[in-house]
């Protein structure tokens, strides 16, 4: 089952995560999950902040071919950095 929403909503529930912020308690964990959701609908926004944590470990196992299929399909949707 493919779970679809609205991938700004899902971004900006995703950061708030990330960093803590709009009375939401930091959680990495929880910004992953919203971030692969958003991701999952290729916003490319969405697909380089979780290759961002795939890189580092945040959140997530770090794991680099992840991160870096992720930072493709971002590049491919017109995400430049």
Do not use: C, P
Request: glycine share 10%; aromatic share 8%.
């Amino acid at each position: 089952m493919v779970v679809e929403g609205h991938t700004t909503a899902q971004v900006s529930l995703a950061e708030a995560y990330l960093n803590g912020e709009h009375g939401i308690e930091m959680n990495h964990e929880l910004a992953a999950f919203w971030y692969r959701k958003a991701a999952d609908q290729g916003d490319a926004d969405a697909q380089r902040e979780l290759a961002a944590m795939y890189d580092e470990g945040v959140g997530v196992q770090q794991d680099k071919k992840q991160a870096m299929e992720l930072y493709e399909r971002a590049a491919e949707g017109g995400d430049a950095r």
